[in-house]
């Protein structure tokens, strides 16, 4: 009994369930087939009579527009262009009454395809020479319509803007890369741009979005500005991207070889000043290997006309190097001074041993004075009995030992510019490395002419003329 009774409670349970469930799946789909119904007859009664010519609240109240931007990508940085590219979500909010709606859902999730059907704003970058919209596989736009008419409008944009740059301290430089937007055609009484998010988290750069070769984005700083222009005043929005140059890369590639090739030259001072051949390479090497690294340093920067702080140490290694070889000249100067007086007093001593030679075969009354002859004799057998000493080795080929002891040794030119040449390198190397690594090299932002109203800060894309630099996104 209590079995039959058991087997009986399950199946009622069993077809309670499958009620249930029948029930369920009925009111899904007719809330799918009404919740249908619902949005085609929303939309049709939003676009009837709607004018996308008019902005919201036109000739009535001022247009908000509350704007945002997620950047998906930051980079490359160009010196020699002096702009840097950046791909991003652009995305934009406003109030539209006349697209409020009711209706059993909240949000209409819509496609590219009513975005040209109602108004949007006529937002553009002032600073950007190149804009690009996305397109691949479709238009790559997100739109939303709230109940209140809030719409909700996001692009994919990729966008070269110039970035101002001063590389007086290149390269242990940064800048502040600029980026600018607002209407083309409204004015801040008419269109009003706003940060959705506040001025810390209206732009979001994820750290894996700024993975660059030779910068580090080390910050941003928003605002929201005025532009006076001779069509009107402007609401703009700016962000300021703070970027540091990254040392690395110049430090291996052109500080290490140049500080290497002034120690090289240096080494030509522990040289003999006899091996001439040996001495002149190694200086005409270093200097013809300076010129190519400095050469190879400037290929990477525009052609500025002012002194870098990489100018400024390649010049003084250069000076260092080109001295060097200046000093070989002025030891081989003096050492031919040298040599050649050494030569004209063994001349002179050749003539006065030829005299006293012949003197021996002469009367007895040229040694008539004792005394005179005496000392004559005495200095012939002197001179007689120096070393017959060559030329210089400098001055033949040969060995670079020279056989006349008297003119080997170190030269004193030398032995000063073992200990003053390095000396006075490292000396400035350490001032220069101080000086650049202590002072602060961010670049200080320029002037935009917000809310300062100055009109020589305008470039001639702000003046509302119709550049090619200057593209309205649609």
Known sequence: MDLYCWRRSVENMGRILALLSLMCLGDVLGNVKISSENITRILDRLLEGYDNRLRPGSGVSVTEVKTDIFVTSFGPVSDVEMDFTMDMFFRQMWVDERLAFEGPIEILRLNNRMVDKIWTPDTFFR????????NTTSPNKMFRIMQNGTVFYTMRLTVSAECPMKLMDFPMDGHICPLRFGSYAYTNREIVYTWRKGLVE????PPESSNLLQYDLIGKTLSSETLKISTGHYSVQLVHFILQRKLGYHLIQTYIPLIMVVVLSQV???????????????GVTTVLTMTTLSISARSSLPKVAYATAMDWFIAVCFAFVSSALVEFAAVNYFATLEANRMRRRLSRGSVLESIAEGSDDEDESTVSDPSVGGRVRKRMSSISEAPKARLPIFLQQGSAVPP?????????????ARILFPLAFAVFNIIYWYIYLSKDTIEKARCVCACMYVPSCLSQSELGDDSGSSMRLK
Not at 127 to 134: G, I, P, T
Not at 404 to 416: C, F, K, R
């Open 127 to 134: 600073n950007a020479r190149k804009s690009l919209a996305h």
């Open 202 to 205: 209206s732009v979001d750069v």
């Open 404 to 416: 006349n002891e008297t003119l080997a040794g170190p030269s004193p030119i030398d032995q000063y």
């Open 268 to 282: 030509a001072f522990w040289i003999n000043k006899e091996s001439v051949p040996a001495r002149t390479v190694a």
